[in-house]
């Protein structure tokens, strides 16, 4: 089993700077990809920010140029610096971690950390 923290979120004004950390924990042979979701009350989760194994990086169109995803291989931790926030950014945000068990693939999500951007 594997178990996915994030931590970072919090309170801050419009353009503001925020980093959100994610790190995965457990009988982890690899671990191949992380993304970013953020949900808000009444919608759909939506990907914020995705990397792969390769370190090839996918954003959203509405956090393109303000967001930055990175991961760090050898100690399952991963990235989301947030610069430039803006109100509509103000969601709940998740990480999903994917790649390897000893045994088999694994494909976790973290409990969730929230962020609030003020006017």
């Known amino acids: 089993q594997v178990q996915v923290v994030e931590s970072g979120g919090g309170l801050v004004q419009a353009g503001g700077s925020l980093r959100l950390s994610c790190a995965a924990s457990g009988a982890i042979f690899r671990l191949d990809d992380m993304a970013w979701y953020r949900q808000t009350p009444g919608k759909q989760r939506e990907l914020v920010a995705s990397?792969?194994?390769?370190?090839?990086?996918n954003y959203a169109d509405s956090v393109k140029g303000r967001f930055t995803i990175s991961k760090e291989n050898g100690k399952n931790t991963g990235y989301l610096q947030m610069n430039s926030l803006k109100p509509e950014d103000t969601a709940v945000y998740y990480c999903?971690?994917?790649?390897?068990?000893?045994?088999?693939?694994?494909?976790?999500w973290g409990q969730g950390t929230q962020v609030t951007v003020s006017p």
């Open positions: 990397i792969v194994s390769n370190d090839g990086t």
């Open positions: 999903n971690v994917r790649g390897r068990l000893f045994v088999r693939p694994f494909d976790s």
